[in-house]
């Protein structure tokens, strides 16, 4: 192997993730190179080996190390082969190693990846094979990577030196559930003014600390710990230029520093978190990290911080990367979350800097510090930014007598008009599950249901927030949200933690079936009348009980009643079965009739909850328009009851055609009036609210149109939130 002391300089590109170019240009003219240009892969500068080694070692922001081997234009597949096949490659590692292509860009004649690695990879193989009669291997994890960038028309091909990313340390083999790459973190601590803050003897709290990342590379800041000294391969190691002594004293070096700056180190770390699972990792992490006595891991909510006052007087700074609400679901959790890292901050730490890393800048307004610096960051394919906030100022600190200030006042005041009647409404007639708000004050455009837990008692509130028209802002929108979320907990008592979001959309097709992503299963019992009913706020789009219906259920129980036990009651569009469920409870024998399986196992389980034998009553899964038309052909008219809830529109797949519900009422109607007996009702309602019923067409029948008797008192502002109507046969 070459001896590279005697070469003076070569080039390098640095690549790192997007944002962080200036960062770690300043980082390479710390460790000795000279800085030539940033590029849109990273840094591109010169060194020699010596110095390309202490980049390995001490470099905190880089990806990865390449070392520039050609650089070629290409027009097409055969060029690109040529490119490849004409570099010395032998002179770059032996044939005895194993390698792999990394191959990123594509051109009108290379439009895949995987195509443009295999024709790179052809011509090292032909150029080993014309010079030595032999061919190295290839290996997804081969002794050796080598980096094809394809961008303009010009084929660049690179050595990778330090082979895997540098952002993997080596301590972090539990990564918790949200992690941050270690370089970006390390990016987040500079730009915050770690390394300041540590001159000043300053200390660190992260109240949101996961698996510790953040933590542990501020703690090898503090440390003076190398990020690579872990790493147990290097890209480097069958590399042709290879100085394995050269090496060895950077990494004596390096061991040196850390059990100098470890035995030095004055700075105290802190990290809390509420999870018992993120603590286990950071715990794990920290002691493969070497810092496992230099950090304080405790498990502690952020309403429940604590420092030491002795800490908090010596000064230092908060950073942490909490939670920015990717999912819908999440919202309802974060916007109190920001609230109660506020609160903590200002009681506990006025006087310390605050850094925020956040996807999610309305969440962040929550916290009343003075706005410093902002950076921009991407963590993966999510926008960022880092937030740094001053030490509070006088009106900041300011204690405040609510959380609800600002517009958002409007909301919670009619939040509580609402509440003193309803509640008192619901207990008087025992209902557990009502509509408290329904975008009563149109900037707040969301509806919210509390929905109580019959055996534990404990609240939830069903929040749907309606999609505003594309002529509102979306930030403002999302501002609007947010802070809806923080005043429920406040206005309502129910806990952020059961708070669930949803977006009311449109739904048609097999989509109002599907589960919502990224939740949980929980149902629980709500009472209504007679009937104990499962509700499930976080799986579904709907949570298994439509409100707005609950007098027409009610009716259909009293009326039931009042029929000769073992009546029969038909269900079309049954849902969850809840009005059979009524029927069968107050003694009639039910038919009901759903196309989703997933509902009907449903309503068998309402059955159940009510010691119901599901033997005597019917469950089909069917397309109601096509059952209809099959059992109308029966001559033997068999129902008592029916009740017909179809939806505005469907057209899933389940389905022959498509079903509109103005469309196809009247078709709908007689062919359920046609199973009915002769002194029986027909139900009809549906939510379409400019419905006109055909009466011309169905002029044989008594209709009464009884809408405004089966809108409930907690839907009062919308008394068109569907139409209902009583059809019998007229009398002859």
């Excluded at 200036?22 to 010596?50: C, F, K, M, S």
């Excluded at 030196?161 to 941050?180: F, I, M, N, T």
């Excluded at 286990?280 to 405790?298: F, I, M, P, T, Y």
């Excluded at 307004?365 to 509070?392: C, E, H, W």
């Amino acid at each position: 192997m070459q001896n590279e002391s005697s070469v003076p300089k070569m080039r390098w590109l640095a690549a790192c993730p997007k944002g962080i170019e200036p960062l770690l240009a300043a980082e390479i003219r710390d460790l000795g190179g000279e800085v030539e240009r940033e590029t849109h892969l990273g840094v591109l500068w010169q060194g020699d080996l010596q110095t390309a080694y202490r980049f390995c070692l001490w470099t905190r922001l880089a990806s990865r190390l390449l070392f520039p081997l050609h650089e070629s234009q290409v027009d097409n597949v055969d060029q690109l082969y040529e490119v490849a096949r004409a570099v010395d490659w032998q002179t770059v590692f032996p044939v005895g190693a194993s390698f792999r292509i990394d191959f990123h860009g594509k051109t009108d004649f290379v439009r895949n990846t995987q195509f443009g690695a295999q024709r790179v990879k052809d011509g090292i193989v032909d150029c080993f094979r014309d010079e030595l009669g032999a061919r190295p291997s290839v290996d997804k994890d081969g002794d050796v990577r080598i980096e094809a960038q394809l961008r303009k028309g010009k084929l660049a091909l690179y050595f990778n030196v330090s082979g895997d990313s540098l952002h993997r340390r080596g301590y972090r083999l539990q990564p918790g559930k949200a992690p941050l790459k270690e370089n970006l973190a390390a990016a987040i601590l500079i730009r915050s003014g770690w390394p300041e803050t540590l001159k000043e003897g300053g200390h660190l709290v992260d109240p949101m600390c996961g698996s510790g990342t953040l933590l542990i590379e501020a703690g090898m800041m503090a440390a003076d710990i190398a990020p690579g000294l872990n790493r147990q391969k290097w890209g480097f190691e069958r590399w042709q230029r290879h100085n394995r002594k050269m090496w060895i004293e950077q990494v004596e070096e390096a061991r040196q520093r850390r059990t100098d700056g470890l035995a030095a180190m004055s700075n105290r770390l802190y990290g809390f978190d509420i999870d018992p699972e993120q603590l286990n990792a950071a715990n794990k992490n920290l002691e493969r990290s070497g810092l496992k006595d230099k950090v304080h891991l405790e498990r502690r909510s952020i309403e429940n911080l604590r420092i030491q006052k002795e800490t908090a007087e010596q000064g230092g700074m908060v950073v942490c990367n909490p939670p920015y609400g990717e999912r819908l679901s999440e919202l309802p959790q974060l916007a109190p979350l920001y609230q109660d890292f506020n609160d903590a901050t200002l009681r506990l730490l006025p006087h310390w800097k605050l850094a925020v890393f956040t996807g999610n800048t309305d969440l962040s307004k929550s916290i009343r510090r003075p706005l410093d610096k902002q950076y921009r960051f991407m963590n993966g394919k999510i926008q960022t930014r880092l937030l740094v906030l001053g030490a509070a100022d006088e009106k900041s600190s300011a204690p405040a007598p609510s959380r609800i200030r600002g517009p958002v006042e409007a909301f919670a005041n009619r939040l509580k008009k609402n509440l003193k009647p309803l509640n008192k409404w619901a207990k008087r007639e025992s209902i557990q599950a009502y509509r408290i708000y329904d975008a009563d004050i149109p900037e707040y455009a969301v509806a919210v249901d509390l929905y109580r837990d019959f055996n534990s008692e404990a609240e939830w509130l069903h929040v749907q927030e309606y999609v505003p028209p594309k002529s509102i802002d979306e930030e403002k929108a999302e501002r609007r949200l947010l802070d809806v979320l923080a005043a429920l907990p406040e206005v309502t008592g129910v806990a952020a933690e059961q708070i669930i979001l949803k977006r009311r959309e449109r739904q048609s097709g097999k989509r109002q079936y599907e589960k919502q992503q990224d939740v949980e299963s929980r149902r629980f019992e709500v009472i209504e009348g007679q009937a104990k009913v499962l509700v499930n706020l976080k799986d579904y789009l709907d949570t298994g009980l439509f409100l707005d219906h609950r007098p027409t259920r009610l009716d259909i129980a009293k009326r039931c009643v009042a029929l000769p036990k073992g009546s029969r009651m038909l269900n079309l569009f049954c849902y969850t079965a809840v009005g059979s469920l009524h029927a069968a409870i107050a003694g009639a024998k039910t038919t009901s009739v759903d196309m989703s399986r997933t509902y009907l196992n449903w309503g068998k389980d309402n059955f159940t909850a009510n010691d119901l034998k599901i033997s005597d009553h019917e469950f089909i899964q069917a397309d109601c328009m096509q059952w209809l038309k099959d059992a109308a052909q029966d001559s033997e008219a068999k129902y008592d009851l029916i009740f017909m809830d179809p939806p505005t529109f469907s057209n899933s797949k389940r389905m022959e055609g498509v079903l509109d519900v103005q469309r196809d009422h009247v078709q709908l109607i007689q062919d359920a009036m046609a199973l009915l007996k002769p002194d029986g009702l027909l139900i009809f309602s549906n939510n379409y609210r400019k419905f006109e019923i055909d009466n011309e067409a169905l002029a044989d029948f008594d209709i009464q149109n009884v809408s405004h008797k089966s809108v409930p008192q907690d839907f009062a502002r919308r008394k068109n939130i569907h139409m209902c109507f009583h059809i019998r046969r007229k009398a002859s």
